[in-house]
T-cell receptor, first 119, second 110 residues
Framework: GAVVSQHPSRVICKSGTSVKIECRSL??????MFWYRQFPKKSLMLMAT?????????EQGVEKDKFLINHASLTLSTLTVTSAHPEDSSFYIC???????????????FGEGSRLTVL | SQQGEEDPQALSIQEGENATMNCSYK?????LQWYRQNSGRGLVHLIL?????REKHSGRLRVTLDTSKKSSSLLITASRAADTASYFC??????????FGDGTTLTVKP
């Protein structure tokens, strides 16, 4: 089946630094990718929709300048957590829908997630 | 809140028993999907049911959808210890946006 690769799987950084997380669709093209945040024992919270070649669409309450999203190609979206603080520590997961899913149909393929710890 | 609701929040059963999880959602949907997540890992797609379908089977999984009640259920038959995981439903709109339920943590005891 389709594969979405997410890197890094774990990252520890100091407060105030920026961290970049990559999400790649390995065997299909994805014009749309999604970024989620998951707190321990909680569900996934959609942060933003990443659109290839255009600006990301952020959910209410998510700071655009804090969580920078770039979707430069049909197979790669990046999430940069800028000036990270301990409260940004979380599990970040990306997902992608292949071109057949543009109408809303089709399954989402998820990356393995990236655990960010900000000291 | 963007979240749907799932119940029960936690379910503990013996191997061989059936496990039923329920999910409710709030908006009109194109389809509803169920996912599984092992602790600390990404999500794995289990099954998709479209808004015009009422029931779907895949191996030991059976999913039902009631759009009038905006609810879905996932039944895992003859459970195994390896089925221990968290299970999430995701309701997907025509625009392609998915909203996840709060999840059910299933523990299958050997």
């Amino acid at each position: 089946g389709a594969v979405v690769s997410q890197h890094p799987s774990r990252v520890i950084c100091k407060s105030g630094t920026s961290v970049k997380i990559e999400c790649r669709s390995l065997d299909f093209q994805a014009t749309t990718m999604f970024w989620y945040r998951q707190f321990p024992k909680k569900s996934l919270m959609l942060m933003a929709t990443s659109n290839e070649g255009s600006k990301a669409t952020y959910e209410q309450g998510v700071e655009k300048d804090k969580f920078l999203i770039n979707h430069a190609s049909l197979t790669l979206s990046t999430l940069t957590v800028t000036s990270a603080h301990p409260e940004d520590s979380s599990f970040y997961i990306c997902s992608a829908r292949d071109l057949r899913g543009l109408a809303g149909d089709g399954e989402l393929f998820f990356g393995e997630g990236s655990r960010l710890t900000v000291l | 809140s963007q979240q749907g609701e799932e119940d029960p929040q936690a379910l503990s059963i013996q191997e061989g028993e059936n496990a039923t999880m329920n999910c409710s959602y709030k908006t009109s949907i194109n389809n509803l999907q169920w996912y599984r997540q092992n602790s600390g890992r990404g999500l794995v797609h289990l099954i998709l049911i479209r808004s015009n379908e009422r029931e779907k089977h895949s191996g030991r999984l059976r999913v039902t959808l009631d759009t009038s009640k905006k609810s879905s259920s996932l039944l895992i038959t003859a459970s195994r210890a390896a089925d221990t995981a968290s299970y999430f439903c995701a309701s997907c709109t025509n625009a392609g946006k998915s909203t996840f339920g709060d999840g059910t943590t299933l523990t299958v005891k050997p």
